[in-house]
């Protein structure tokens, strides 16, 4: 059974930061492409970063960039987003998804991601 189990949400000042790490069990996580997406209230859920199999690719929307950073750690089946300089706009549930084609992909597509986890509340104040 496979389980993606987020931590580190929480409340924050704008300006502070906060570091998300997301728990993979049940997998081959190296064998799986990591993603972050996140859902603020009455919106459609987002891309925010996503990172390939050995962690040589990374991804991110323009929004992020430069604030965010995902990491991952194959030996330990985590995978991280440290987020730095919060905005009151990044305030949302932040889930983690996995996608295991072999195949190419498309980092943001929620669609293509197979295992999603729980979701972390983030809010951030001005």
């Known amino acids: 059974q496979v389980q993606l189990v987020e931590s580190g949400g929480g409340l924050v000042q704008a300006g502070g930061s906060l570091r998300l790490s997301c728990a993979a069990s049940?997998?081959?996580?190296?064998?799986?492409?990591m993603g972050w997406f996140r859902q603020a209230p009455g919106k459609a859920r987002e891309f925010v970063a996503a990172i390939s199999w050995r962690a040589d690719s990374t991804y991110y929307v323009g929004s992020v960039k430069g604030r965010f950073t995902i990491s991952r750690d194959n030996a330990k089946n985590t995978v991280s987003l440290q987020m730095n300089s919060l905005k009151p706009e990044d305030t949302a549930v932040y889930y983690c998804?996995?996608?295991?084609?072999?195949?190419?992909?498309?980092?943001?597509?929620?669609?293509?991601?197979?295992?999603w986890g729980q979701g972390t509340q983030v809010t951030v104040s001005s």
């Open positions: 998804a996995a996608e295991g084609s072999p195949s190419s992909w498309t980092p943001s597509s929620a669609y293509e991601y197979d295992y």
């Open positions: 049940g997998l081959t996580f190296s064998r799986y492409r």
